[in-house]
């Protein structure tokens, strides 16, 4: 694991999509999953800026979902469906055939838990994976207590999850379960970079990097994996301790 420390959001989010762009650039035909959220929004729109500047080619890419709200429709603002076709499918022109995300409207969830976990694997694993940490420590809906060697599956989110959740919502929201990629598939991606801005998330982020690996902390399992790289701004390092790691 590697640690970046960037002065501010901006200059995180502008390398975070150098990243993406390098490996598209590099990999046409790369798997991508590619989390929503307030902290890779910036991320994305440099994404589209760059990849429209620098004509690179996403016709060949596979996007995976890394997670959903069950129950919420893809025609609703706060779904990541809603965000991610908002963000990147449309203005990167993605056809159909390249986008697979939980379909959490599903009778059935598990069965849409088995299709993402063989469609990840046809396609030979994720080259790039793209995740944010939650005010809790989650990695997509990877709540605290996961178990390690999951795959998909369907979760109850945390109390913190569902009240942290509703800032993506126009109107208050019944957030009760997600569906999400597990933290097996995290330790299998080929990449993966883990996104924090802001002070909010100092606190949580110096636990994640600083205290034991545990999945009482999911976020805490990206010191497990040899090619991650978490990207910070200088508010979201603030605590901490150990200074080892040089700003950018
Ligand atoms: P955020 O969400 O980017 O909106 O802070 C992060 C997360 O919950 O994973």
Known sequence: ?????????????????????????????????????????????????????????????TFIGLDEWVGISPENEGSCHYFLRHHIFAPL????????????????????????????????????????????????????????????HVVTLDEGTRTVGQKYFREQTVLTEGITLGLKHVLEAEKVLLLANGVKKAEVVRRALEEEVTTALPASIIRKHANSRVMLDEPAASALTRGETKSR
């Open 93 to 152: 022109q993605i056809a159909p055939h390249q986008i697979h995300l939980f379909n959490a409207l599903s009778g059935d969830l598990a069965g849409e838990c088995g299709l993402m976990n063989r469609v990840v694997k046809q396609r030979g694993g994720i080259d790039l994976m793209l995740v944010g940490i939650g005010m809790n420590g989650h990695i997509g809906f990877n709540e605290p207590g996961v178990a390690p060697d999951q795959y998909a």
């Open 1 to 61: 694991m590697e640690v970046s420390i960037y002065k501010d959001h901006d200059t995180l989010s502008s390398h975070a999509a150098g990243e993406i762009i390098g490996m598209v650039a590099r990999k046409p035909d790369a798997v991508l999953c590619l989390a929503t959220g307030d902290t890779p929004r910036l991320t994305y729109s440099l994404v589209v800026q760059q990849a429209t500047a620098r004509k690179v080619d996403f016709t060949r890419c």
